[in-house]
């Protein structure tokens, strides 16, 4: 029993230094600590008496209701797929709030008329300029955004051109051969179709048709999917022109020509 008895002081020590540790709020094993910033929510309310999270909230104006909120990393293409969509439109109000981890981001509001969350901008649709903005530690960021018509006509309005004769049409349809209603047509100027779509069609009707118009003669490559933006997702439908071949097939056109019969076959992700 006597040589058990120095082990005492150094239990003792072991045990206020972990209640030491524990006080200081110090993660004694950090693989099983919560990431931080992990499970990022868009407008969710901390629990009374905690600190307030971190993020954006603010007012929409000119119009206030319907309006979607997207938010971009800081030095992402604020014209492509969002890092974070708000879930729903903005009330008669126009109030928003995200929650966000600290950083450095670009919102930008807008309003399309068909009152969809993705697609391409059309003449005559409503949005605000792209906003920096820097989310701090448990602070909100207050902003107000004014929307504006958009007019411009550039080729990522995807609004077709009086003078573009050349084209490419077909028919979107499912693995049955059944016509797909709904399902945009996406045109790449690269084989690896994984950049932002040069140009768009209009949604698929009951028949499954669909028409886009091109600047000029070239290579493209298509692809025809149900949702607009993002890599395609479980249960959404996608599918590339591909005549049989495991990779996307070049549809070669002439300046002025209209090619018709390029039918594309899509299939639900899992």
Known sequence: ?????????????????IATVLAAGITLFPGCATPKGAGKTDGAVGS???APSSGV?????????GVYIYVYRKGADPHG??????????????NFAIDLPPGDYVLVARRRANLENSGPMSAGDLRSVPVPVQVREGRKVSLNLLMNAK?????????????W?????????DPDGNPIEGARVHVYTYVQMSERPKYVSERTGPDGKYLVFLPKGGTYYLAARNRFGG???IGDLYGRYEEGSINPTGVVIRDGERREGIDITVFKVW
């Open 151 to 163: 007019e411009d006509t550039e080729v990522r309005s995807f609004t077709t051109p009086k003078e």
């Open 48 to 50: 009374a008496g905690t």
């Open 81 to 94: 797929p969002a890092d974070v969509i708000l879930h729903a439109p903005t009330p008669a109000e126009g």
């Open 57 to 65: 909230e603010g007012t929409v104006f000119v119009p206030a209701e």
């Open 165 to 173: 004769t050349t084209a490419v049409a077909g028919k979107v349809s």
């Open 1 to 17: 029993m006597r040589g058990r008895a120095p082990l005492r002081p150094v239990r003792f020590l072991v045990f206020m230094a």
């Open 231 to 233: 890599p395609p997702r």
